[in-house]
């Protein structure tokens, strides 16, 4: 627990690490979000499991994963997709489709949870298309 | 600069424990300081070093009085010139601070707490805490992240130095408003200031036997700003072939630092960046109370904490952590070459965290600073 409000960036930044449970939605500017996003998402589990999603007016919104492009493993059916699902799934909400966002979070986290087809990167040996298979039958078996 | 790093190289060629001049240049001159003062005889036959104290705010003084506290129980042969400068109790102006800058010219080593600086803008940029480190050119500020034994964390047995340029880049103070309701802010980065801290910290691993530095930037976005930090750092860096270096891009530094700090070593970075990665890393093993720091320019040394933080919601309440300042207080003492003093302080205060009776609230105990103090005191070796 934390003793002190932190009031700055620096603080704010040992406040994340030593307990991030004090900080409910953060707005910063520019450098501060590239900095802190990244330290987050080092929290969570790294940039494999992270979403993302770029706001404009007008409704205008792109949705994306802040990882690399991974040229080392693209093509051999390894990637992990939880970044790009996730975001698809802000995506859904920002659309106003709450329900298939829902589903689609839901059979997602499952599927993590169960630590049955995980990817590599989460410390399992499944394939991407199965990873993938395994959220797509949760999804219809929610329907 | 050149005959600076020209000097600096024939040591390092000479002894590879590196350049010894600063602390030299330090001791030296506070042996003359006391021995100068012939009217009060030293009170013991050895010298007694005399120190520039500054509690700051905040906590700053409760803190100083445990560091008397321990240095007068341990019969430490050391003298405190006090200096009370504060923005936020109205006790600053040019006159204090030269005062203190003339007690810091006689005694070159110093030991510090945080000068809150008050978010409100009274018509001067600078805080009094930055133009302290310019008016002093302390431009290196180095921070030991070091797990304490006993006291777990998610990632144990650390040990890192984050090296942070303290004079220019981002807090230069440096602001305008061309056209109401937008703000230009420079960030100044130079070669000179770049080598120099690049220098200290090759230099700094060197003399302590490390094996990595890293340099920390944004240069893939501030091609010109950072790039010019980094292509400095690469230079110095092919003078040391025997250190490894390597850069990483700020925001996957701190994702690395969350997730797998064991990789870093020592790490050199510009102004933000160290403020940002220094808290990063205080929180890493156990937060703003337990970690030292110091800030140094060729000629002085400042001994302060290494996340500087006046903590003002504690104030009076006596529940503030002295661990820090102990700890920076020992490396102060090792810094004068008292090598049995230090190890007595940083012994005793590792002693007290490892037994974990008497913990302050930041590290999940009840102990009041008081009680942390006393049993630090109780702990010296006798």
Request: aromatic content about 6%; some cysteine.
């Amino acid at each position: 627990e934390s003793l002190s409000t932190p009031s700055n960036t620096p603080e704010t930044t040992r406040g994340m690490v030593q307990d991030p449970t004090q900080f409910d939605v953060l707005v910063m500017p520019n450098l501060y979000g590239d900095i802190l996003s990244d330290l987050c998402a080092g929290l969570i589990g790294g940039l494999g499991v992270t979403p993302s999603g770029n706001i404009g007016a007008n409704g205008v919104a792109i949705f994306e994963s802040v990882h690399g492009t991974a040229p080392d493993i693209a093509g051999l059916d390894l990637a992990n997709p939880t970044a790009l699902l996730l975001s698809g799934v802000m995506m859904l909400r920002h659309m106003g489709l709450h329900d298939h966002a829902h589903k689609i979070q839901k059979a997602c986290f499952d599927t993590i949870r169960e630590k049955k087809v995980l990817t590599k990167d989460l410390g399992g040996n499944s394939k991407c298309s199965e990873f993938t298979a395994d959220i797509c039958r949760r999804v219809q078996d929610l329907d | 600069m050149a005959v600076a790093l020209k000097r600096s190289l024939a040591v390092l060629v000479k002894s590879l424990g590196g350049p010894k001049w600063w602390q030299q240049a330090s001791r030296s001159v506070s042996i003359s300081a006391s021995l100068s003062r012939v009217e009060s005889p030293p009170a013991r036959a050895d010298a007694t070093f005399k120190v520039t104290m500054l509690p700051g705010d905040g906590v700053g003084p409760e803190l100083m009085t445990a560091v008397k506290d321990v240095f007068k129980a341990g019969d430490v042969p050391v003298e405190f010139d006090e200096f009370h400068l504060s923005e936020v109790q109205n006790m600053a102006s040019e006159d204090k601070l030269e005062e203190l800058l003339s007690s810091m010219k006689n005694n070159k080593v110093a030991i510090k707490g945080k000068i809150h600086t008050p978010m409100e803008f009274k018509g001067e940029l600078a805080s009094y805490e930055m133009r302290l480190r310019r008016k002093l050119d302390l431009f290196a500020n180095v921070v030991h992240v070091n797990s304490l034994p006993g006291y777990s964390t998610r990632h144990n047995n650390l040990d890192l130095v984050i090296i942070r340029e303290q004079t220019e880049g981002e807090y230069s103070s440096l602001e305008h408003e061309s056209v109401p309701g937008v703000i230009e802010c420079l960030k100044i980065i130079t070669r000179a200031k770049s080598r120099r801290i690049a220098k200290f910290a090759f230099d700094y691993a060197t003399k302590k036997g490390r094996n990595k530095v890293t340099a920390v930037h944004k240069a893939n976005i501030m091609k010109l700003g950072d790039g010019l930090f980094l292509q400095c750092c690469a230079e110095v860096a092919q003078l040391y072939p025997k250190i490894k270096y390597e850069n990483i891009i700020i925001d996957n530094c701190c994702m690395q630092l969350v997730q797998n700090p064991y990789q870093f070593d020592v790490l050199v970075m510009p102004n933000l960046y160290g403020n940002i990665i220094d808290n990063l890393a205080a929180g890493l093993v156990g937060g703003a109370g337990v970690v030292p720091g110091e800030s140094y320019s060729a000629e002085y040394a400042v001994f302060e904490t290494g996340a500087r933080h006046p903590f003002a919601q504690a104030v009076g309440r006596n529940i503030a952590n002295p661990t820090a300042m102990l700890l920076s207080a020992a490396n102060m003492l090792r810094h004068l070459n008292l090598e049995y003093h230090s190890h007595m302080v940083s012994d005793a205060v590792k002693r007290v965290i490892k037994q974990g009776k008497v913990r302050t609230g930041d590290l999940g105990g009840y102990a009041t600073s008081d009680e942390f103090t006393q049993a630090v005191i109780a702990n010296l070796a006798v």
